[in-house]
């Protein structure tokens, strides 16, 4: 069991000759936390079954914060929806209300797609 904590905090690395090594960090991962210079953009897709969903991409900033967008964003259009691989889904055609929302809290929004 040690061995896999090892291997997953090391990035896979398990042991070296080098005396001197340092295995590099996570923590240097650096995200643009400035939501004025995101570009973000809002689809409309069609799923199987005929399902429509809302889908906003271009988001930078910590899955944290983009956590913490979509469930706003959930809320103010009063429907369900999900948070995956840096994309945020909300279910039904609401990208007129989407739009509206995050150009008020600063973002720069705007359609995309058919």
Same mark, same amino acid.
């Given at each position: 069991m040690a061995a896999k904590e090892n291997k997953n905090r090391n990035g896979g690395l398990i042991y =070296?000759?080098?005396p001197d090594f340092q295995p590099e960090s996570d923590d240097s991962e650096s995200y643009n936390e400035d939501i004025g210079s995101m570009n973000l953009r809002?689809?409309?897709?069609r799923l199987g079954g005929n399902k429509v969903v809302t889908r906003v =991409?271009?988001?930078?900033g910590s899955p944290e914060n983009l956590e913490k967008l979509g469930k706003e964003l959930k809320q103010k259009c009063g429907t369900g929806g999900s948070v995956k691989d840096g994309v945020i889904l909300i279910q039904g055609d609401k990208r007129d209300q989407v739009l509206q929302i995050l150009i008020k809290s600063g973002f720069k929004a705007k359609k995309a797609g058919g």
């Amino acid at each position: 069991m040690a061995a896999k904590e090892n291997k997953n905090r090391n990035g896979g690395l398990i042991y =070296s000759t080098n005396p001197d090594f340092q295995p590099e960090s996570d923590d240097s991962e650096s995200y643009n936390e400035d939501i004025g210079s995101m570009n973000l953009r809002i689809f409309l897709d069609r799923l199987g079954g005929n399902k429509v969903v809302t889908r906003v =991409s271009g988001y930078e900033g910590s899955p944290e914060n983009l956590e913490k967008l979509g469930k706003e964003l959930k809320q103010k259009c009063g429907t369900g929806g999900s948070v995956k691989d840096g994309v945020i889904l909300i279910q039904g055609d609401k990208r007129d209300q989407v739009l509206q929302i995050l150009i008020k809290s600063g973002f720069k929004a705007k359609k995309a797609g058919g």
